[in-house]
C-alpha cells in the first residue's frame, strides 16, 4: 500500500525499471451520452498480424486513442482514456474519462490487466507476469485518481463494486482487439482491485496474480499487525528500530521545530490533517516502524541510529526510515484522500498498538485512518460488510488465484488465504522480501517453477 506518492515511486523504483514517461492530459466530463460500450459496436478493421493497432483500437466504442510510441524493441506504448459511467447503478449521473496506458505486443499474446490501484504510472515498464507471458499489458488508472474522476464526484461510488465494473467495461471492450487469454494482476492497493475485480467478474480474466495485497476482513481486529512487528527480523534489529523511534518523541520539542521549519521552507502545512507539526511528528515516529520494514527489511538494520544518536541523526533517520516527509503533509495527503476513503470505508487499514510509545504518546487518535481524510468526508459510514463477502467468495468459488507477499512486509500481516473449495490457487511468501522487491522470481527454483507454470498454464490458449 502506498501510504504516500514519494514512497511508492520507491516501491516501484526497487520492483522493476522504470524507463520512459508519456506525459498526457484528460480530464473528466460529466455528459449525457451513454458510453460507447453500450450502443452497437462497428465492424472492426482486419485483424490479422499485419493488422494497423491504432485502427483497431480506434474501432472500439467509447475508447479515445490519445498518442503512440514505439518502443526499443519495437512494441507500442498507447496513452488512451475510456468513457465510463460515474455510477453503474444509475446510468443517469452521467460518464468520467478512465485513463489507460497499453503496451501492444502481439495479438497473438495474452494480455495482462495491471491494476495500479491509484493514479496511473505511465512508464514503458511492465509487470513480472507480463514478462513472463510476452503479453501485452494494460494498466488502468483507479476511478477517482488523478483525472480519472468524475466532474461532479459522489464519494458513495468510490466502491470495490464499482471499480470492478469499471474494469469489466474496459476488459469487455478491449477483447474485441485482444482475443486470447487474458491475466490480472496488480501490486499493493492494485492487487487488492485486481482480486475484487475477479469476485464480480470472474470470467474477465483467466487468472490472477496478486503482490503484496492486504486483506483485511475484520477491520476492528489489527492484532496481526502486533504479532508481525513483535516478531519481524532479528530481535536486535527489531528493538534497535523500536527503541529509535522512542527516541524521535523523547527529542519531539526539538524535532518538532525542525519539521515545521522544513515545511515552511518547503511550502507544506500540516493544519488540515494533523492540526500541528507536534502531532504530525508522533504519527511519523509510529509510522517510521512500519514503514522501516515495509522498505528495508534487515538490509537497513546497520543504518539504524545509535542510541546516544545526535538531532542530525535522528532527523535523518526520520527522512531514511520513512522515504521523505512530503508524504504526511496536507498537501500529499489531500491528493490522495480516494485512498483514505476508501480504506475507511470498505478495505480497512492497519493500526497496531505501538506499546513500546505508549507513555510517550500525546494523542490517542492520531494513527486513526479518519484524522487524514478531508474534514466533509469523515463521517462517511464504514461497510463492514466489503471484504467479508470478498473472502467468502474465495472460499466458495474462487480459483486460479496466486497470492504472493514478501517476507519483511508488514502489510502481509493481514492477508488474502484460500479455502477448502478454492480450485487451482496459492499463498506464497518470498524470503527476505520487502513490499517493493517481492517476485516469483525470488522463490527458490521449484516454488518459482511451480508458480510460473500455474501462470503459464493459465494464458495458455484453449
Not at 475510456?82 to 502481439?106: C, K, M, P, V, Y
Not at 476511478?143 to 474494469?167: H, I, K
Amino acid at each position: 500500500m502506498a501510504r504516500n506518492e514519494q514512497r511508492r515511486r520507491t516501491i516501484r523504483r526497487r520492483a522493476a525499471a522504470v524507463v520512459t514517461a508519456l506525459l498526457i492530459t484528460a480530464t473528466g466530463t460529466a455528459i449525457a451520452t451513454a458510453p460507447a460500450v453500450a450502443a452497437a459496436a462497428p465492424a472492426a478493421p482486419p485483424h490479422g498480424a499485419a493488422a494497423d493497432i491504432r485502427a483497431l483500437l480506434a474501432a472500439v466504442p467509447g475508447l479515445s486513442v490519445h498518442a503512440e510510441h514505439v518502443l526499443d524493441g519495437g512494441d507500442r506504448q498507447y496513452t488512451l482514456t475510456f468513457r465510463q459511467w460515474a455510477d453503474h447503478r444509475d446510468h443517469t449521473r452521467g460518464t468520467f474519462e478512465q485513463r489507460l496506458n497499453l503496451i501492444h505486443h502481439s495479438l497473438d499474446a495474452p494480455t495482462v490487466l495491471y491494476s495500479t490501484g491509484y493514479e496511473l504510472d505511465e512508464s514503458d515498464g511492465t509487470s513480472e507476469p507480463t514478462r513472463l507471458l510476452g503479453g501485452n499489458e494494460l494498466k488502468i488508472e483507479h476511478r477517482f485518481f488523478g483525472p480519472s474522476t468524475p466532474a461532479r464526484p459522489d464519494w458513495s461510488t468510490l466502491t470495490v463494486r464499482q471499480s470492478a465494473d469499471d474494469y469489466h467495461a474496459v476488459v469487455t471492450a478491449l477483447k474485441r482487439v485482444y482475443r486470447r487469454k487474458w491475466i490480472g494482476t496488480g501490486w499493493s492497493k492494485g492487487g487488492m482491485a485486481s482480486v475484487y475485480h475477479r469476485r464480480f467478474h470472474p470470467q474477465d480474466v483467466d487468472g490472477t496474480v496478486a503482490y503484496v495485497a492486504p486483506h483485511d476482513v475484520d477491520d476492528g481486529d489489527d492484532r496481526a499487525y502486533d504479532r508481525f512487528l513483535a516478531t519481524v527480523g532479528t530481535a536486535q534489529c527489531r528493538a534497535d528500530v523500536q527503541r529509535v523511534s522512542r527516541q524521535l518523541l523523547t527529542h519531539r520539542e526539538a524535532l518538532g521545530a525542525r519539521l515545521e521549519a522544513w515545511a515552511k521552507e518547503q511550502g507544506y502545512t500540516y493544519t488540515a490533517t494533523f492540526g500541528t507539526a507536534d502531532r504530525a511528528l508522533e504519527f511519523m515516529a509510529m509510522e517510521s516502524v512500519f514503514a522501516y520494514w515495509m522498505l528495508w527489511g534487515e538490509d537497513g538494520c546497520d543504518k539504524i541510529p545509535v542510541a546516544d544518536a545526535n538531532l542530525d541523526t535522528l532527523w535523518g533517520w526520520l527522512h531514511f526510515s520513512l522515504d521523505g516527509l512530503d508524504g504526511y503533509t496536507d498537501q500529499r495527503i489531500g491528493a490522495h484522500a480516494a485512498y483514505y476513503y476508501q480504506a475507511a470505508t470498505q478495505i480497512g487499514s492497519p493500526s497496531p498498538a505501538f506499546s513500546w510509545l505508549d507513555d510517550l504518546r500525546r494523542y490517542p487518535d492520531v494513527y486513526d485512518i479518519r484524522n487524514r481524510l478531508p474534514q466533509q468526508l469523515r463521517g462517511a459510514a464504514p461497510d463492514r460488510t466489503a471484504m467479508r463477502d470478498i473472502q467468502d467468495w474465495i472460499d466458495r468459488e474462487g480459483s486460479r488465484l496466486l497470492f504472493v507477499y514478501g517476507q519483511w512486509d508488514p502489510w502481509g500481516s493481514e492477508r488474502f488465504s484460500t479455502g477448502r473449495r478454492t480450485r487451482d490457487s496459492e499463498v506464497l511468501t518470498v524470503a527476505g522480501a520487502t513490499h517493493g522487491t517481492t517476485a516469483l522470481a525470488g522463490l527458490p527454483e521449484e516454488a518459482r517453477t511451480r508458480a510460473e507454470g500455474m501462470v503459464k498454464r493459465w494464458a495458455r490458449p484453449r
